[in-house]
């Protein structure tokens, strides 16, 4: 199923497709190589939510137009923080833009907390935020030509929207500190060797081939056994092991016997391929 522009919200930051259960969601600042603003954050959470809710929409690839990925935080971002945290007490002003920042928390974790697995295309330049963002994905693959920095220590900030809780979950935390402590480049072929990316392709035209090909792989997948296999993983990363079989005991318990393993079983004894409604 394909769905027309005119069905799809509409974002100034982002770009929507959806076609044969996939959702394709762009950055769309090429004239800031994708600077992440305000904007940016607020329709990202957004899309994300549309993600979720469109039962149509089964997996979701996150990639970027222009020359780059993203080149990470927006610094007129910092100009917009500060008019929308003024007050005439330091105290309040302090109180407003702690909720700022952990709003804009929110609209990364996002992507982790939609129900469907999300993967993230990148295809060149990725900085700071952009590094926030792909952190948050279920999956990551990118082009030789990509790179990658965790930037924020070089203009004298502490990344504060996911990356230092995500990324040495990811590459362990030795090199995540290594990375985060000395903002130094990572090209897309190291990005594969210490895990921060799942695969390196060797051009973006194999890249989107590649992405394309996973996405349709989970797209004939069961949605209901997906969304309960990532939320499992995603539980079980930050629950000991005992608490993870309780949750996933939990999920069989209640969703186990649905009509997609019924369709599973009659499938295989047809011959045929699976057929799951949305």
Request: hydrophobic share 45%.
């Amino acid at each position: 199923m394909s769905a027309t522009s005119s069905t799809l919200p509409a974002f100034r930051t982002l770009q929507l497709s959806l076609a044969g259960g996939i959702a394709r969601i762009v950055l769309n600042r090429p004239e800031k190589a994708n600077a992440i603003n305000l904007a940016m954050w607020q329709e990202l959470r957004r899309a994300m939510q549309w993600l979720q809710h469109t039962a149509e929409a089964r997996v979701g690839i996150l990639s970027a137009a222009g020359a780059h990925f993203s080149a990470g935080l927006d610094l007129a971002s910092f100009d917009e923080l500060q008019q929308a945290t003024r007050d005439d007490c330091d105290g309040r002003a302090r109180e407003k833009l702690l909720a700022a920042i952990l709003d804009i928390q929110d609209t990364v974790t996002a992507i982790e907390r939609c129900h469907k697995p999300v993967i993230a295309e990148v295809h060149a330049a990725c900085v700071g935020g952009g590094i926030d963002i792909i952190t948050a994905c279920d999956l990551r693959y990118c082009s030789a030509q990509a790179w990658f920095c965790v930037k924020e220590i070089d203009v004298g900030l502490v990344a504060d929207v996911g990356t230092l809780q995500r990324l040495p979950l990811l590459i362990g935390e030795g090199m995540a500190r290594e990375l985060c402590y000395s903002g130094r480049r990572v090209e897309g072929a190291e990005a594969q060797t210490i895990r921060l990316v799942n695969r390196c392709y060797d051009d973006a035209a194999a890249l989107r081939q590649g992405v394309e090909e996973m996405a349709r792989c989970l797209a004939a997948k069961s949605p209901l056994a997906l969304r309960g296999t990532k939320q499992a993983i995603t539980h079980a990363r930050e629950h000991s092991i005992a608490d993870g079989l309780q949750q996933v005991a939990l999920w069989n318990a209640a969703m186990l016997f649905s009509n997609d393993l019924r369709e599973v079983q009659q499938a295989r004894s047809a011959g045929r391929a699976p057929r799951f409604a949305d």
